[in-house]
């Protein structure tokens, strides 16, 4: 009992500052410093609005990270339910006054930067499933009112954004929920039943997506379809890819951004511009990078005593894992175009809010890790 | 302890699960690099070249004309460089303002700037609207001037046709001017090398030579936009000069053709009688081909077409007359060549012959009496040649002229316009007149009346032949490669007509002989039609032959008036002909003259031989050390 309270007892703050992983932090910083010479590119060469916005959100969110990084991962799990509802009430919120752009609606203005609830959502239910997996007794996961109630706190968020309508985000916020779901230990043939389910309901679901959805399915099936429009974006992403080769253009030399070929280019096709200056050698780099990354935060999950941190942890680090990959893919020409950000590289506030709470929470929980969580 | 053990159990299946996953995520990342690899190294010159396709346009220029020179490498169609004057809608502050300023600059009509803010709303931003095409050297000073207060206009160099000799040489070169799709389409080389603002051959040389004054594109290559914006030039690529063409005409033998034949309607054209080599052709009146270049405006269009004196037609070419009696020495060859008559041969002139109830008159009506073929000749009897032309027949008459190229088209390959004449004969009467041949006409063929229709080219190829002792030669009006020298030139034509027969035209050289002389004395001794525009020095005496087409029939009346020609009317008026070869002694050139409703030959044509023979035989000599192209600097 001793030893418990001496392990639950607050660390002092120099101790925080030892405990502290260095490796991802640094990782961190060196991804934050790449998205940086990358937005310096895509405005350019030159210091403008994209790169003066990507380096202000990083002077704010980058402290955040560190602020939450200090906090006890106790308080996390404590408000992990409220900050869910809270969650929702923004978009409960986004979806009756938020901003109007391009179709959909899924902004709130809070004067300082337009805030995007979704991201945050991404992080929210990873929180709240982690906080209802660490609380449940094992016996019960398998039961039927506890599955339903797993769903509905996944299948409520998505339904609001959804109907933003924003496809990409809610697909990631659904695959963030169910892996806390496998990973806490929800019976394998369930998944396989439901991914059959799912395959069956396949056409039913497609006859309820939106044309321009459509469109984009089709596009990726065959992208020569209509080049000049629907198929625009895979043609030059790829093109610009596949032009960097071995080594690439060269910092600034991206000819398909820099000539405006390439769509998108600040938010989710920042991957394209990076891979046509930097080439097969600075795009496998950056995987790696991205790889160090997931893996440290794993190996933080790993070595964490509570179940809240080992949930919230390998949920946070397979959600970053599948933002990437959905991300790449579409960028490679590997899945439809769904909008999603690449972590931190992408512009865009609250995609990069959500991921550095994120990193927040990791970071406490290697702090917090020898803590076991009542 | 149960929550302990629950929670370890928990822990492990935590563990497990991720380890699983973790696996999955190796896999898909190496999926991913997998993916990077095939687009980066398998694909990347695809790419690479689909990227650069993206990027890198290539603007065609348009192509330099190669210049066209005369026999001493004068150049008369060259290129210039010219002024126009582009607006980049882009760079422009005020374009009201601009173009109100532009308009009182340059005198811009209203419908000009309508053109300009229709093209403006057309094409991008950044894209050039041409204002003028051809700025004047003062336009271009006033608008260098106020070029501080119009902003996005930019005066822009190009390289355009030019004739610096302007109407001289129209009717051979023709000109150049915009195409139009049609014209674009038909020929494959310009449909190649086209872009807009270039201009093609369309009339005469220009048009015939295209292929090889054309020119090939200079290529910009600039990296642009996804818009389509030029950001910067990559590359140019000079395009080459279309080729050199060196013409056989001699511009000062040109100039004072187009000199002999100021304010009247005529042809003049000068042959060097063993090479072919036209050495002149010119057809008066005729015009300013530079007026074409950007288009001529329609006032000066109407001018042109309704000068009377028809100066689009190319008159050496296209122009067919009634050889009049210039034809008679062909009458006397085939004669002579038929063994019809010999030089004792005589016919008594009364000046008229009656042949069944029909009278057919001597140009002199009290007659020219007892004429021997010399003499016929000499005074252009038409008695003796109505008597010697019904002893001969027209069928053999035909042959003769056929053999001498009557008939046929001397430049055909080049001048697309160029007319065959006719000399007829009793079939081609049948088949395409459907009538028998009656004898009648084959005396007025005699005398170059009828249905016979010559060429000024082929009358002057005709002289050329029998000039050169009766030897067939290929008239040509671009130097070869190799241009013979005089000695080699006659080398070769003799040498070829032992291989080719059909390259002599006679059978006894004694008659072509006849026929010379004849002419000769027709021109230099008295009572000879053209002894008046004699020249007596040998260096520069020719012989010649006169003619006088009759336009239309003339009336028992008219004929007892004997009018004046200043009494007949402009349209009724004969044609004055006249063809001739010289020096007599040792004949180098020929010549035909004739001057549309000019009258008499003798009078109206024959004293400009006199000129031109003075200045052509002075010329020889620098035109044989011209022989050699390559001594020309151009």
């Known amino acids: 009992m001793f030893q418990r309270d001496s392990l639950n007892s607050e660390l002092s703050f120099l101790q925080k500052i030892k405990e502290i992983d260095y490796t991802l932090l640094i990782c961190i910083i060196l991804l934050s410093i790449i998205s940086l010479l990358v937005m310096y590119s895509t405005d350019g060469g030159e210091i403008l609005y994209h790169t003066k916005s990507h380096f202000s959100k990083l002077v704010v969110f980058f402290p955040l990270m560190l602020f939450i990084a200090f906090f006890n991962i106790r308080y996390w799990h404590t408000f992990a339910y409220l900050f869910y509802f809270l969650v929702i009430l923004l978009l409960l919120y986004v979806s009756f006054f938020g901003l109007k752009a391009s179709g959909s609606q899924r902004w709130m203005d809070l004067y300082l930067f337009v805030l995007q609830p979704s991201e945050l959502m991404k992080i929210a239910v990873i929180l709240c499933l982690a906080k209802y997996y660490h609380r449940i007794k094992t016996e019960n996961v398998n039961t039927l009112t506890s599955i339903m109630l797993v769903l509905t706190i996944i299948i409520i968020p998505i339904i609001f954004v959804i109907s933003q309508p924003d496809l990409g985000t809610s697909v990631l916020i659904a695959l963030s929920g169910l892996i806390i779901l496998w990973l806490g230990g929800v019976k394998v043939k369930y998944f396989v039943y439901s991914f059959i389910t799912f395959l069956i309901s396949l056409p039913f679901i497609i006859s309820f997506l939106k044309p321009y959805q459509k469109l984009r399915i089709l596009t990726f099936l065959d992208p020569d379809r209509d080049p000049l429009g629907a198929g625009y974006q895979i043609i030059q992403s790829k093109i610009a890819i596949g032009s960097g080769g071995l080594d690439g253009k060269g910092f600034l030399k991206g000819t398909q951004s820099y000539l405006d070929f390439l769509p998108e280019k600040h938010t989710d096709f920042i991957f394209t511009l990076f891979s046509e200056e930097f080439g097969f050698i600075g795009s496998v780099g950056l995987l790696i990078l991205y790889t160090i990354i997931i893996f440290r935060i794993i190996r933080i999950g790993a070595i964490s005593r509570s179940n809240f941190s080992k949930l919230f942890c390998f949920g946070f680090a397979f959600s970053i894992f599948i933002y990437i990959v959905v991300n790449l893919s579409m960028v490679l020409g590997l899945l439809p175009i769904v909008g999603s950000p690449l972590p931190i590289m992408s512009y865009g506030g609250s995609s990069m809010l959500a991921t550095m709470i994120g990193f927040g929470i990791v970071l406490s929980a290697k702090i917090n890790h020898r803590q076991t969580i009542a | ?634």
């Open chain 2, 1 to 634: 302890m149960i929550k302990e053990n629950s929670g370890i159990r928990k822990s492990d299946v935590i563990n497990r699960r991720m380890f699983i996953i973790s696996a999955a995520k190796i896999v898909v990342f190496t999926g991913i690099v997998a993916r990077l690899f095939s687009l980066q190294i398998n694909e990347n010159k695809k790419y690479l070249t689909l990227s650069d396709k993206n990027r890198i346009r290539e603007w065609k220029l348009p192509p330099t004309r190669g210049n066209i020179v005369d026999y001493f490498g004068n150049i008369i169609a060259g290129n210039l460089k010219v002024y126009q004057l582009h607006i980049i809608p882009e760079q422009v502050e005020n374009f009201n303002y601009l173009l109100l300023r532009l308009k009182t600059l340059l005198n811009l009509s209203d419908k000009k700037i309508q053109k300009i803010i229709k093209l403006k709303n057309k094409l991008k931003p950044w894209d050039s609207i041409i204002v003028s095409e051809n700025l004047s050297w003062s336009q271009f000073l006033k608008i260098n001037n106020y070029l501080y207060d119009l902003v996005g206009v930019k005066p822009v160099m190009i390289i355009s046709r030019n004739y610096p000799f302007s109407e001289m040489y129209t009717h051979i070169l023709g000109y150049v001017s915009q195409p139009n799709e049609e014209e674009v389409l038909e020929n494959e080389i310009v449909k190649e090398r086209f872009v807009p603002g270039m201009k093609i051959g369309k009339l005469g040389l220009e048009k015939t030579l295209e292929k090889q004054l054309i020119g090939t594109n200079a290529i910009q290559r600039y990296e642009v936009n996804a818009y389509g914006k030029r950001i910067n030039q990559l590359e140019y690529q000079k395009g080459l000069q279309g080729n050199k063409i060196r013409l056989t005409v001699d511009t000062e033998v040109q100039k004072l053709s187009a000199q002999l034949l100021l304010n009247k309607a005529g042809s003049i054209s000068v042959m060097d009688i063993y090479t072919g080599d036209i050495i002149a052709m010119y057809s008066s009146p005729s015009y300013d081909p530079n007026l074409f270049l950007f288009g001529i405006s329609q006032d000066e269009w109407q001018l042109i077409r309704n000068n009377p004196l028809k100066p689009l037609i190319n008159k050496t070419l296209s122009g067919l007359y009634s050889p009049g009696s210039t034809i008679k020495p062909i009458v006397a060859l085939s004669a002579l060549e038929n063994n019809i008559i010999n030089t004792n041969f005589k016919v008594k002139c009364t000046g008229k012959t009656e042949l069944y109830g029909q009278t057919f008159h001597c140009w002199k009506e009290k007659g020219h009496g007892f004429v021997s073929l010399k003499n016929a000749m000499k005074q252009s009897c038409d008695t003796y040649f109505y008597e010697v032309a019904r002893l001969l027949g027209v069928d053999r008459l035909n042959v003769t002229a056929k053999k001498f190229g009557l008939g046929e088209k001397v430049l055909g390959e080049y001048f697309d316009s160029e007319k065959k004449g006719l000399f007829p004969n009793t079939n081609w009467k049948k088949n395409n007149l459907g009538r028998g041949w009656v004898l009648g006409e084959t005396l007025i063929t005699g005398i170059g009346q009828g249905y016979t229709q010559t060429t000024p080219l082929q009358l002057c190829l005709m002289t050329a032949q029998i000039a050169n002792g009766g030897y067939k030669i290929k008239p040509k009006i671009i130097v070869n490669d190799d241009p013979l020298s005089l000695e080699d030139a006659k080398i070769s034509m003799t040498l070829q007509s032992l291989q080719t027969p059909n390259i002599r035209l006679f059978n006894d050289p004694k008659n072509i002989k006849i026929v010379q002389e004849a002419m000769f004395s027709s021109t230099n001794e008295q009572f000879g039609t053209s002894y008046k525009s004699r020249i007596d020095d040998p260096k520069y005496q020719f012989a010649g032959k006169t003619g006088t087409a009759q336009v239309k029939r003339i009336s028992k009346r008219e004929r007892e008036l004997d009018l004046k020609l200043e009494q007949i009317p402009y349209k009724d008026r004969d044609h004055a002909l006249y063809v001739a070869y010289g020096p007599y002694k040792n004949p180098r050139y020929a010549l035909s003259i004739i001057v549309e409703h000019g009258g008499s030959g003798s009078k109206a044509a024959a004293p400009m031989a006199k000129e031109l023979f003075k200045l052509i035989i002075d010329r020889d000599e620098l035109r044989d050390k011209q022989s050699n192209f390559e001594n020309i600097n151009i």
